[in-house]
């Protein structure tokens, strides 16, 4: 089970919206390429400038604001005829290097290691790597959990509103980064394995 199962009815919330940026000539490619500038400006800023920790809450923000502009940039090319080579290119490219900025200010955030995230940035990566691979072995592009990008979206999102808070996190919290890396980690795993299993089945039939 993954947050990323209620996106169909995110995507319905979403179709008038997409409907108007196509009318108005706002190309999926644009999309993808400002959700990815976005979340480079933001982690950035709060990874390497000096800023107090309620800023963090605009990480919970924007979490939101990709998750929604990802489904967006999907949309108008599946539905409104926006689907190209780049495209395909720049919506998985883009994705790993979003979450890698929005990861990375928490790496200075106590109890958080650096170790930790750099984990969390690596498995992400790969489970990434993994959906698509799927797709080139002849089963469909994986997207199963149990901790996808939806899910890791939540994840942090809901830490980065607790750091904005401005109370000291429990020592507990850097077990949490820990278990985000293994389930990650076993979100890679479980897109190998169905992604195998799903060729095969398609070379029985």
Not at 56 to 80: K, Y
Not at 128 to 141: K, P
């Amino acid at each position: 089970m993954s947050i990323y199962s209620l996106k169909p009815r995110f995507q319905a919330l979403l179709r008038p919206l997409v409907a108007r940026l196509d009318a108005a000539g706002v190309t999926a490619n644009q999309v993808t390429v400002a959700a990815c500038l976005g979340s480079v400006a933001l982690g950035s800023a709060l990874a390497f400038l000096t800023v107090a920790r309620h800023w963090f809450a605009l990480i919970s923000l924007w979490m939101f604001v990709r998750m929604a502009l990802n489904a967006v940039d999907g949309m108008l090319a599946r539905e409104f005829g926006h689907k190209s080579r780049l495209g395909a290119y720049l919506n998985e490219l883009t994705d790993v290097v979003s979450d890698a900025a929005l990861y990375l200010p928490f790496a200075g955030i106590a109890p958080f290691s650096g170790i930790a995230i750099g984990c969390v940035i690596l498995f992400a990566a790969l489970s990434e790597m993994a959906g698509v691979v799927a797709a080139v072995t002849g089963a469909s592009r994986r997207y199963d959990g149990p901790m996808g990008k939806s899910d890791r979206a939540f994840v942090f999102g809901s830490l980065a509103l607790w750091v904005a808070v401005g109370q000291p996190l429990p020592s507990w919290a850097a077990l949490l980064i820990w278990l985000v890396a293994g389930l990650t980690a076993l979100t890679v795993a479980n897109r190998v394995r169905r992604g195998l299993d799903e060729a095969a089945a398609g070379r029985r039939v």
